[in-house]
């Protein structure tokens, strides 16, 4: 079955459509539908043109602390040469619709559909829509922690559709993960990949666990349990979840249910400066 990836159109619903209430902001957990994506509610950056940006999570104190993650949409002749300021943050990209030419160092790279480029911190990088149609793509971003010996990871461009998935055990295939960076790569504190479930795969337990989570759902139907809650979520939908919320979830749809995963990895957790708490 081909994969397919939600893409928001913005525009505003009509006097007449009624309130589904189905956005949540919980001290645990935060779910953001699909339906909440209007154009009021878009951002523009510095240094774009022709762009705008849904801001899905940022940095709270309290709450969810290591990335930020956008929904840009950049329309045609548009995108940045200073696309962030920032030399301290790692970005990935990852396109769901139209194209996108990304230079690194100097290098061009054509990005379509499933396309991934994981960009590191202090890199030289500029992007820009040069089709004759609107383009959008994920932007996560993450504050890069140095450790002393080990290097810092290089940048690559990809597609998921030649990174096979690696099922997980003992689950009958019904259960995989596109992972674009190894485990056990030391070099990379985050990653984000793509989770697929087959229809009545699940998750078989609560995991609980000390990463931070931002789940986008590409594609397909399920149940999810965010905290002490079960939710409907489908495609568009995205869950924010703070470290150690219990979370578990149930394939519903016949088509594959898929989501793009940001997680915090790979080292220790920081102390919290004296005199706060």
């Known amino acids: 079955m081909t994969n ?24 645990a957990y935060a779910f953001i539908p699909a339906e909440t ?6 951002s523009y950056l510095p240094h774009w043109d022709h762009t705008r940006a849904w801001i899905i999570a940022r940095p ?16 045609p002749n548009g995108g940045s040469k200073i696309p962030d300021t920032d030399p301290t943050a790692q970005s990935v990209l990852f396109v769901v619709d139209g194209e996108i030419i990304v230079t690194i160092n100097g290098e061009k790279h054509s990005m379509g559909k499933g396309g991934y480029a994981y960009l590191p911190a202090g890199c030289d990088w500029s992007l820009l829509n040069q089709s004759n149609n609107t383009a959008t793509f994920h932007w996560l971003r993450k504050r890069y922690e140095h450790v002393d010996g080990i290097e810092t990871p290089s940048p690559f461009v990809t597609n998921e559709n030649t990174v ?8 009958d295939g019904v259960w995989a993960t596109t992972r674009f960076v190894e485990p056990d790569d030391l070099r990379h504190d985050m990653h984000v990949n793509i989770v697929t479930f087959q229809n009545g795969g699940l998750i078989p337990f609560e995991e609980t666990h000390v990463m931070e989570h931002g ?25 924010w979840l703070r470290a150690f919320c219990p979370q578990a979830c149930v394939a519903t749809s016949d088509e594959p249910f898929r989501y793009l995963l940001y997680k915090d990895v790979n080292r220790h957790p920081k102390f919290a400066p004296f005199g706060r708490s």
Do not use: H
């Not at 096979?164 to 055990?169: A, C, F, H, K, V």
């Open 215 to 239: 789940l986008y759902v590409l594609q397909g139907t399920a149940r999810y349990l965010l905290n002490q809650d079960w939710v409907d979520v489908g495609p568009g939908d995205f869950m």
């Open 60 to 75: 709270l104190s309290g709450f969810a602390e290591t990335f930020t993650q956008y929904i840009v949409e950049v329309s």
């Open 4 to 27: 397919s990836y939600y893409v928001p159109r913005g525009g505003l619903p009509s006097q007449s459509t009624p309130l589904k209430g189905r956005a949540v902001f919980t001290d």
């Open 37 to 42: 994506y209007s154009d009021i509610v878009t």
């Open 164 to 171: 096979p998935p690696r099922e997980m055990p003992d689950c």
